[in-house]
């Protein structure tokens, strides 16, 4: 059914969101900002420039380019939480380049950033295809960017699953008109809903994963 597969990075292929919610956290702590969980958490899948956006009138007197590079900033200070894989990524990416099956990255985060994670976790070499902020001019829950991977990849969405942790980039993929596979590794399921599947982690995902009707039948969340 499926002819290739696709992957955010943060939070689905890897543990970054402690370091995230952090480094957003002091953003807003060290200019004063008023903010709470919910408000951090709304950073999550999105371009960082985008979400900087809707919260820019609270930051008087600088720009996005200034609040993201601080921010940036604080994810290579030594105190901040470590990263790793997300249980089971290496193992999926993997059985999928063993198996031939097509692999893209379709990620908010800037391209050397995706190169400089992926090499860390020994991932970078594994994927096909990789589009990053730098290669749309919309990011997600816009599905440019998911379109542009399968475009890259001479597939049609419809042959195609995503692998996502976050609202913004459950609701890319399915806009696309892709399936998607939602991990729960920064949101509760509720937040997840319009996925296909919802899991905690890749730990043992078979592929091709359950189809939506296989999944209607017997939904799996956690």
């Not at 097509?102 to 800037?110: D, F, K, M, W």
């Not at 890259?152 to 696309?176: I, W």
Request: glycine share 8%; charged share 20%; net charge negative.
């Amino acid at each position: 059914m499926y002819n290739a597969a696709l992957f955010d990075l943060d939070g689905t292929l890897i543990d970054t969101e402690p370091r995230s919610f952090e480094a957003w956290s002091r953003l807003f702590r060290n200019h004063r900002v008023p903010h709470d969980e919910a408000t951090i958490k709304g950073f999550a899948g999105r371009p960082g420039r985008e979400a900087l956006l809707d919260h820019l009138d609270l930051f008087p007197g600088h720009t996005v380019d200034e609040l993201f590079a601080e921010a940036l900033g604080y994810t290579s200070l030594p105190d901040m939480p470590p990263v790793k894989a997300v249980p089971g990524a290496l193992e999926l990416l993997g059985r999928l380049r063993e198996s031939g099956v097509p692999l893209g990255l379709v990620t908010s985060g800037t391209r050397d950033y995706a190169r400089h994670e992926l090499g860390a976790i020994g991932a970078l070499d594994l994927f096909d295809v990789l589009v990053t902020s730098d290669d749309v001019t919309r990011g997600k829950p816009d599905p440019q960017g998911c379109l542009a991977c399968c475009a890259a990849l001479g597939v049609e969405p419809s042959a195609v699953v995503v692998f996502e942790d976050a609202p913004a980039g459950v609701a890319a993929a399915k806009r696309a008109g892709a399936d998607c596979v939602a991990i729960t590794s920064t949101q509760p399921p509720a937040a997840l809903a319009a996925a296909d599947l919802i899991v905690p982690d890749l730990t043992g995902m078979t592929w091709p994963p359950p189809t939506p009707s296989v999944v209607a039948a017997t939904r799996s969340e956690v």
